[in-house]
């Protein structure tokens, strides 16, 4: 999720809280969490296992960090992720865009519940990762965003084992490949299997859980022209002038502010070899994101009608090159019914149960969006939610930081997630409710 939209979004929960606080209380969302769950036997221990082994958690967390994993070539940590899954006896397969998928069967009759958890991250392999670790902060490009979640899945999935854990529903855990390029793991695991119950996405922001899309499009805009000599480039066409124009009038349009409008960038200009020639080719690209799926194809197209206004009146070529087109879950008020979905709000309550907050004052503890592989799940209405791995900053960024202890509850988090949907989609009856 952008800076500029997490700025927003602040204003905007305080501005709700303030109303909130005098008019009506609360809104009551269904919850299955139940505290008397901690009293079950194998959870009690799975949740002490998870704290004895947490170094080796950690270890391994810093192992994975330090594999290479840029998009689409994420080879040694499937590798690593795949053994794993073997070794504790799920039926692994890897399919044709390189996800890997382990099924944790169930006994029958229970909803099935899907883990993905992003194996890649957006670092060049070649980029040095090697992880410094000062107290309780681990220092490495990729160490949070998503490599904590990678390895809180595989310790999950040892402590169900260990502790003998057993459930209805079948659990599949997914690490999928390319999500930072368009959920494009994510997207081709739902296209290609039969529909889940329950999607579970741990890649958030620590404290919060995000049930919204945020539609993401990506569009490279390339202007072509003959070319021309310096000498002979008089009353020519060229590229430059089109670009210059489009870029000018598509930031004129009126985008309606976030949180329910959008946001675009044009984040790259490229074209143009030498001083003396008229370029061939010329182009732009373009970020749009809005979570409004009506808002966003509109916008969409206005940008792609302009653009080819301009390179009509400049008498230059056009291609319209699209590299992503991740669909818009919803506004706030069109996702009222994914917010009482019991699955969200269980996730709140775990989060409070386990102490885990943003820390943020008057952040909201559910965020109607998301740009996860929570997505596509969202867009195809399965229940879906992104949680956080741990307390992490400066995500895509080589200076990135996690706090190590953090992932300890994220994992806790993602175990009693799963254990409370495991035999059943029960919703507890509002006045057992914990407040
Ligand atoms: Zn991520």
């Known amino acids: 999720m952008t800076r500029p939209h997490r700025l927003l979004l602040g204003v905007a929960v305080s501005l709700t809280l303030a109303a909130t606080a005098t008019a009506q209380p609360a809104t009551q969302y269904p919850t299955s969490w139940d505290p008397a769950l901690m009293q079950r036997a194998d959870i009690k221990a799975a949740m002490a296992r998870l704290e004895q082994n947490f170094p080796q958690q950690v270890e391994e967390w810093i192992r994975l960090t330090e594999m290479p994993a840029k998009s689409g070539k994420e080879q040694a940590r499937a590798a690593h992720v795949k053994a794993t899954f073997e070794k504790e006896g799920l039926r692994t397969s890897v399919d044709s865009i390189g996800n890997v998928i382990g099924v944790r069967k169930g006994t029958g009759g229970g909803p099935t519940i899907v883990i993905m958890a992003h194996m890649d991250v957006v670092f060049e392999n070649d980029t040095p990762k090697k992880v410094r670790r000062s107290g309780d902060t681990l220092f490495a490009p990729g160490v949070g965003d998503n490599t904590a979640s990678v390895a809180n899945m595989l310790s999950t999935l040892r402590t169900m084992n260990a502790t003998k854990f057993t ?162 879950g919803g506004t706030e008020k069109q996702l009222e019914g994914a917010r009482a979905h019991p699955l969200v709000q269980t996730a709140v309550d775990i989060n409070r149960f386990l102490g885990i907050s943003s820390g943020m004052p008057g952040a909201r503890e559910a965020v109607p969006t998301g740009a996860t592989d929570a997505n596509p799940g969202v867009v195809r209405k399965i229940p879906s939610i992104a949680i956080g791995g741990s307390r992490a900053s400066g995500a895509h960024q080589l200076t990135e930081f996690a706090l190590a202890s953090t992932a300890l509850p994220s994992t806790k988090l993602l175990y009693l997630l799963t254990a409370t949907f495991a035999d059943g989609i029960k919703t507890v009856p509002p006045g057992k409710i914990v407040p």
């Open 167 to 328: 459930h209805k529903g079948d659990i599949i855990f997914i690490g999928t490949v390319q999500e930072e390029v368009g959920l494009k793991g994510a997207e081709y695991w739902l296209a290609h299997n039969p529909r889940p119950d329950l999607l579970i996405a741990p890649d958030g922001a620590y404290g919060s859980v995000s049930y919204g899309a945020l539609g993401i499009f990506w569009t490279k805009y390339v202007f072509t022209s003959p070319g021309a000599h310096t000498l002979a480039s008089r009353g020519r066409p060229t590229p430059v002038r089109a670009v210059a124009e489009a870029v000018e009038r598509l930031y004129n349009i009126e985008f309606p502010a976030l949180p329910d409008g959008a946001v675009m960038n044009i984040g790259q200009i490229h074209g143009g070899e030498i001083f003396n020639s008229v370029p061939q080719e010329l182009y732009f690209t373009v970020d749009l994101r809005s979570p409004d799926p009506v808002l966003l194809d509109s916008l969409d197209r206005t940008i792609t009608r302009i653009t080819k206004e301009v390179a009509e009146k400049h008498k230059v070529g056009l291609r319209v090159e699209v590299d992503q087109k991740n669909q818009a």
